[in-house]
C-alpha cells in the first residue's frame, strides 16, 4: 500500500527523522490559512499524488509569497500530471501540500527495502541525489552502493556508518546521518514497510540532515497489525477495478494487454503471463484467486476480468490442491449465467478433482475451449482472439 509524500514525513518525524514543516489540504482556500503559520521565506508547493517525476510535469513549484502561492495552488489543482510513473492517463491533483523551503547545500539518495533474495534488509545510497536514480545506477554505478543488513530489533552502528560512508560527511553531520538511519530502520521494521525512499536526502547550509522528499510503500499483507496505516490509504489514486478486486480478497493487478489471466498462485500466474507473451501477445492483468478460493470468490474474479474492455480473451489456469477444480468451475458457470461472455474462453484444469471440474464446464452449455497443459491452453488463447 502507498501512501502520499505528506503521510510518509509524518511517521518519519513520528520516529525521530527530520522533515521540513509542511502543512496539506484538499482546497486552496484552506491550504492558504494553513500556510500562512509557516515561517519561511519561499513556499515550497507540491502536487499530492502516488508517483514520482512530479517536479519534472510541473508538479513542484518554489513561490515567493501567499499571493503566489494562492494563485499556483488553483492552478495545480485539478490538473492532470504525467509523469514516467502515472502512464499515459496521468493523474488527477486532488490535494496539495506545502512546505518550508531549504538551503540546500548537496542532495543525496537513500532507500531502505526487503531483500527478498538474501532474506535481509537493504540500504542504498548515494551521494547523487535529487535525479533518477536509474540513471545514475545505468551511467555511474560505483556512486551507489547497497549495504545489506540481518534483520533485528536495531541496526548497528557500523552499519549506519557503512550506509553514510559515500555521503563523505563531517564528524558532526555524520551523528546526525546515524541517526536517520537508525530512525529509518526502527520505522521500516515497526511499520511493515516494504520500502522507504527519501530522493532528495539534503544537507542544509545550516549543516542539517533533513528528508525533503519521501516515498513509502507497505506490506499489504501485514496491514491487520496497523489499523492507523490503513487510515492513509487513499482510493482516489487507485484503479477502481483493482479496488473492487481488494473487496473480494484478490490479488490482481490491471496491465495493457488483451488476454484475461485467472490462475490460482503466484508463481503460476507469472508463468501464464509468460508464456501468453511468448506467444505474441499480452497479459491483461494479473489475478490470483488463492488456494482456496470458493465459487463466489471465482465469479467475482471472472467478472472483474471482463470488466475490462480490452479483455479480446480469457486463459483460465487451475493448478488444483487446496483448491477444487470442480470449485473452480462451479464459479465459472455461475458468473457465466449473470455475465454474457462474448469472448473466447480457454480453460486448462489439472490436480484435484479436474475431471469432475471438466464435467461441469461440458455439461454448462458455455461456449470453451479446452486445453490439456499450459503451453496448449496460450497457444489455444492466442490462436482464438486473433
Known amino acids: 500500500m502507498n501512501i502520499h509524500e505528506h503521510q510518509a514525513k509524518q511517521i518519519l518525524k513520528k520516529y525521530g527523522a527530520v522533515v521540513p514543516e509542511g502543512v496539506f489540504a484538499h482546497n486552496v482556500d484552506e491550504l492558504i490559512e494553513k500556510a500562512k503559520a509557516l515561517k519561511t521565506e519561499k513556499y515550497v508547493l507540491k502536487a499530492q499524488i502516488h508517483a514520482g517525476g512530479r517536479g519534472k510535469a510541473g508538479g513542484v513549484k518554489i513561490l515567493n509569497s501567499i499571493d503566489e502561492l494562492a494563485v499556483a495552488a488553483k492552478e495545480l489543482l485539478g490538473k492532470t ?37 538474501s532474506s535481509k534488509i537493504a540500504f542504498i545510497s548515494s551521494d ?24 533485528g530489533d536495531e541496526i548497528s552502528e557500523s552499519d549506519c556508518e557503512k550506509i553514510i560512508n559515500i555521503f563523505n560527511l563531517n564528524e558532526d553531520v555524520k551523528k546526525q546521518a546515524i541517526t536517520l538511519i537508525k530512525s529509518i530502520y526502527k520505522m521500516f521494521v515497526g511499520t511493515d514497510a516494504n520500502m522507504v525512499e527519501v530522493n532528495p536526502l539534503i544537507l542544509t547550509k545550516e549543516e542539517k540532515i533533513v528528508c525533503l522528499d519521501a516515498k513509502v510503500n507497505f506490506d499489504s499483507n501485514a496491514l491487520f497489525r496497523h489499523p492507523e496505516i490503513i487510515e492513509l490509504r487513499d482510493l482516489n489514486e487507485e484503479n477502481p477495478t483493482e479496488i473492487e478486486a481488494s473487496k473480494h480478497d484478490l490479488a490482481y493487478i490491471k496491465l495493457d494487454g488483451s488476454i484475461g489471466c485467472m490462475v490460482n498462485g503466484a508463481g503460476l500466474a507469472m508463468a ?9 501477445k499480452e497479459p491483461a492483468n494479473f489475478l490470483d484467486v488463492g488456494g482456496g478460493a470458493s465459487k463466489e470468490k471465482v465469479s467475482a474474479a471472472l467478472k472483474i476480468i471482463l470488466s475490462d474492455k480490452n479483455v479480446k480473451g480469457i486463459l483460465i489456469n487451475i493448478f488444483g490442491g487446496i483448491m477444487r477444480c470442480d470449485v473452480l468451475a462451479q464459479g465459472v458457470v455461475d458468473a457465466a449465467k449473470e455475465i454474457n461472455i462474448s469472448v473466447p474462453l480457454v480453460v486448462r484444469l489439472a490436480g484435484t478433482n479436474f475431471k469432475e471440474g471438466k464435467k461441469i464446464l461440458d455439461n454448462s452449455g458455455l461456449k470453451l475451449i479446452s486445453a490439456e497443459n499450459l503451453d496448449d491452453a496460450a497457444k489455444k488463447i492466442v490462436e482464438a482472439i486473433k
Not at 94 to 106: F, P
Not at 273 to 280: A, E, N, Q, T, V
Open 81 to 117: 500530471l504525467v509523469t514516467h510513473q502515472t502512464g499515459p492517463d496521468g493523474r488527477e491533483v486532488k490535494r496539495l501540500y506545502v512546505e518550508e523551503s531549504s538551503n540546500i547545500d548537496k542532495e543525496f539518495y537513500l532507500s531502505c527495502l526487503v531483500d527478498r533474495a
Open 272 to 280: 501464464t503471463m509468460d508464456i501468453i507473451k511468448l506467444y505474441g
Open 128 to 151: 547523487q541525489g535529487g535525479i533518477d536514480i536509474e540513471e545514475v545506477a545505468s551511467s555511474s554505478p560505483e556512486k551507489i552502493i547497497t549495504t545489506k543488513v540481518d534483520m
